[in-house]
């Protein structure tokens, strides 16, 4: 189900939404020629449910600079908490592009030795929080980084729960092509906790976009006042995938 809602939106800002009744549903992955995750069979679990908004903004640097915000919620049809993530891919508009040979990187090896604050100034490309189903919450950080075979993307750190999800920048594929350009493919490895075990998060929002000596970091060259386009696609321990999407226009 490509949940895609074109009335009632402001002019920044989108709300997409995925029905109960779609979790039977199969999407394929937007970005499949990217890293894999290693092979883990599916678990016994809920049914999730995904809602959330985007919304873009100017960054301030620019011409067409922009930040853009992904605000997720996640929820179950019995009220139990979700099924944990295996991956999340942010689906952007296919007038977007990024810089990141602009900014400065920051390796994975910096944080996990010396922390956040350790990272060069201007790696920081976006921010956001996350709130954890079993209690509290903790800001997230974005970096932007490179990757193994020269590949580009960011990095996704909670630091209060130690995570350093890494983000690679790839082309969409087959049908996604026709409303999206690139995605930031985020894979959450295995690990020895049972899948079906594994915490989860109920809301995450987070931000792309930052300037840094006058460049930015996320253009979107679609003209002012047309319709651009956004989208979440998600996998799950179950199994479940989900595709929530929307519309919103350019400001």
Known sequence: MRAR???GLTAAALAFTIAPAAAAETHPHPTS??????????????????TGTAVYAPDGGSRFGVTITFDARRSTTTGVE???????VFL???????????????????????????CPDGSLVGSGRAEFYRGGAGEVLVFNT???HGRRGVLI???????????????????????YGWGLNEIVPPNDTPPQDRPSTSAFAV????????HSFVQSYAKPGSEVAAGVWSEYVTGQTTLVEGTLTRP
């Open 207 to 214: 931000t792309f976009g930052a300037v840094h000596n006058g």
């Open 157 to 179: 750190h909670i630091p209060v729960s130690g995570a350093i999800l890494e983000n690679t920048l790839e082309r969409v594929v087959g049908d996604y092509r026709d409303d």
């Open 33 to 50: 020629y990217g890293p894999q995750r290693p092979y883990e069979p599916d678990v016994a679990g809920p049914v999730n449910i995904d």
């Open 92 to 118: 952007f508009d296919r007038s977007v592009r990024f810089n990141p040979h602009l900014f400065p990187t920051c390796d994975r090896s910096v944080i996990e030795t010396q922390g956040a604050a350790a």
């Open 5 to 7: 809602l074109l009335t």
């Open 146 to 148: 490179t990757f193994d």
């Open 82 to 88: 979700p099924a944990a993530p295996r991956e999340f």
